[in-house]
């Protein structure tokens, strides 16, 4: 068990829909980082979060968008979904800001999948 | 971003050493060499990272060339539980995008 909890675990959705998949970091860890992780495209970074406020962006969708809250916790909104959508959805934390020795602690993903 | 290049799959006995190799040849002065795996149905988990010298904990050992540009990852007795996709990633300082290659799926036989 990494510490990093992610809900729900699996979603089953239509397309053109609207979801949001939560994450809870580690205890007193900072940083929350969101990866896509498809059959044809591997992990995908997608963006991170530092403190409350947005550190790097991967290769994340503008129809998708993210945010982390005051108490660390973070969402990511995923809109008007595509069938292509469909994928694991990973969150991990670290303590810093993801310096070049940060270690990441990835959660068990959330399952989409897009109908 | 530097690129690190892993075979796509590697098959191990149960109980005997593995050796997970890993090509970097452009990595940088600063740059660390981290490992992941994922096991099946599972978020990846680090495994270890290190700069120069060799490196040991509990799960593995990472072995880097002196010139730096291979690596290393050695488990010293595969068990069946180690059956995962191994991923070699490098990290710049400054950078805080973590790029996953396709890493090298390791098999172990019973």
């Known amino acids: 068990d990494s510490g990093v909890t992610q809900t729900p675990k699996h979603l089953i959705t239509a397309t053109g829909q609207r979801v949001t998949l939560r994450c809870s970091p580690r205890?007193?860890?900072?940083?929350v980082y969101w990866y896509q992780q498809s059959l044809d495209q591997g992990l995908q970074f997608l963006i991170q979060y530092y403190n409350g406020e947005e550190r790097a962006k991967g290769n994340i969708l503008e129809r998708f968008s993210a945010q982390q809250f005051p108490d660390l916790h973070s969402e990511l909104n995923l809109s008007s979904l595509e069938l292509g959508d469909s994928a694991l959805y990973f969150c991990?934390?670290?303590?810093?800001?993801?310096?070049?020795?940060?270690?990441?602690?990835f959660g068990p993903g959330t399952r989409l999948t897009v109908l | 971003d530097a690129k690190t290049t892993q075979p796509n799959s590697m098959e191990s006995n149960e109980e005997e050493p593995v050796h997970l190799p890993c090509n970097h040849s452009t990595i940088s002065g600063t740059d660390y060499i981290h490992w992941y795996r994922q096991l099946p149905s599972q978020g990846p988990e680090y495994v270890i990272h290190?700069?120069?010298s060799n490196v040991n904990n509990r799960m593995a050992s990472l072995a880097i060339a002196e010139d730096r540009k291979s690596s290393t990852l050695i488990l010293h007795r595969a068990t069946l539980r180690d059956a995962a996709v191994y991923y070699c990633?490098?990290?710049?300082?400054?950078?805080?995008?973590?790029?996953f290659g396709t890493g090298t799926r390791l098999k172990v036989l019973a």
């Open positions: 991990a934390s670290s303590a810093s800001g993801g310096g070049s020795q940060d270690t990441q602690y």
């Open positions: 990633i490098l990290r710049t300082s400054g950078t805080y995008k973590y790029i």
């Open positions: 290190g700069l120069t």
């Open positions: 205890s007193g860890d900072l940083s």
